[in-house]
């Protein structure tokens, strides 16, 4: 079954994305491409600006940033670029993680010489107007009060404030009162991210020679070619953070591991991932989950230079203390002590997922800027390495203290140091 997975990703021209030939512009703007006979493409503008790298100042900076996206420009406003994108029947994407901003654009491949031009415009000469920044302002809010409204991103929001504190434990959501309050406080925290040694361009369905020189002569070779300022290595610290929610009857538990980011997409599946809508999975975690009547769902998270793996519950707040003492026994009986079935589970899920989010054009752009900027990305040849050392990596994984998170009364919620990590 993988075979033909994988076989099926290979002939769309996305599987060349886990090593992809990356070259640099004469302002060390990365450069690297995927090609592709679709007659679709994507064209991503990746700057390495996310939460990871705010201050006490710039505290919310990169999502107000990300929501700057296809705004005006010195050359464009916001109605030519959208009404044009709209023209061309191309998608416009901006979005943040932990360590990147990217601009994308879905488009016709002939389309994709305009649309390099309009990514360079955005790095180039965006406005951030202050009646602009009104606008931008709201859009922020709802997007951060809407994430707060959600237990599971609270929850995973709140497990990287605990594991990192800061830096990859800053929040991906501008907080409430945030320092940036004006457009030119925006355009400052751009001014030093939108750097050669910090961009990269990425695209798929395109010719990697073509790209480079799409870049070059396009305004994102006006860019400074300063290089990317060395950042402090992360550090999973550990703890617990209680989030108190009597309102609703059910509560949430996030219990999450340090581990490689290469490993932690497999070592999520090695958890016990639902592969079946309506049946039961045959994990140990998806049986007591189905014996007891609450929900464990797996994640992981991978970085530059850290991972995290681990699972989130939620039940009713009165069964919440049972369900995460089930939960912890199967992770220490089972997840840390593997046997050959689980393995062979754990590899060929995490095999068809990569090769599932590689066969599409988002999945692959978005890989293929981290890969392109050095960081780790989730590949099928990241899911090989893994593979040999998966018995020994999930003992020492899942044995180690994790960082805990409960949404909820802390009275229906145990303290991590009592579940014998």
């Not at 089930?326 to 997922?353: G, I």
């Amino acid at each position: 079954m993988y075979s033909r997975v994988a076989t099926k990703a290979a002939a769309r021209g996305y599987a060349s994305v886990a090593s992809p030939a990356v070259t640099s512009t004469a302002n060390g703007i990365r450069v690297a491409a995927t090609g592709g006979d679709s007659g679709l493409a994507t064209v991503s503008l990746v700057i390495n600006a996310g939460s990871r790298h705010e201050t006490v100042e710039t505290a919310g900076a990169a999502h107000y940033l990300k929501a700057f996206g296809f705004r005006n420009t010195q050359g464009r406003t916001s109605f030519r670029t959208i009404r044009e994108a709209e023209l061309n029947g191309a998608q416009l994407t901006a979005e943040a993680t932990r360590e990147n901003i990217t601009y994308r654009v879905q488009c016709f491949s002939d389309a994709v010489p305009y649309f390099v031009d309009v990514l360079g415009d955005i790095a180039a000469e965006t406005r951030f107007a202050e009646h602009e920044f009104r606008d931008v302002e709201r859009v922020v809010e709802f997007e951060a009060l809407s994430a707060r409204a959600d237990a599971a991103t609270r929850a995973l929001d709140g497990v990287h404030q605990a594991a990192f504190r800061g830096g990859l434990g800053n929040s991906l959501y501008a907080p409430h009162g945030s320092p940036v309050a004006t457009g030119n406080a925006v355009a400052q925290y751009a001014k030093s991210a939108l750097v050669g040694g910090r961009v990269a361009v990425v695209a798929t369905g395109v010719d990697a020679t073509e790209l480079a020189r799409l870049v070059g002569e396009s305004k994102l070779s006006q860019l400074p070619s300063q290089s990317a300022p060395a950042l402090e290595a992360a550090q999973f610290v550990g703890g617990m953070q209680q989030v108190y929610e009597s309102a609703s009857p059910v509560a949430h538990y996030a219990l999450a591991f340090p581990c490689a980011p290469g490993a932690a997409p497999v070592l999520a599946a090695l958890l016990g991932s639902r592969r079946a809508k309506w049946g039961v999975g045959s994990s140990p975690l998806a049986q007591a989950a189905s014996r007891l009547g609450f929900s464990a769902e797996t994640f992981s998270f991978s970085y530059s230079d850290a991972g995290v793996v681990g699972v989130l519950v939620s039940a009713q707040a009165t069964h919440m203390r049972e369900a995460v003492k089930q939960v912890a026994e199967c992770v220490q009986k089972y997840v840390a002590r593997p046997d050959a079935s689980s393995v062979q589970r754990a590899v060929a899920a995490a095999r068809v997922d990569v090769a599932d989010l590689m066969a599409t054009h988002e999945g692959a752009a978005r890989a293929l800027g981290q890969l392109a900027l050095g960081q780790s990305a989730a590949t099928l040849e990241s899911v090989e390495a893994a593979q040999g050392s998966l018995s020994a990596t999930a003992q020492k994984v899942f044995s180690s203290k994790p960082v805990a998170v409960s949404i909820g009364l802390p009275q229906s919620t145990p303290y991590v140091d009592t579940l014998g990590f």
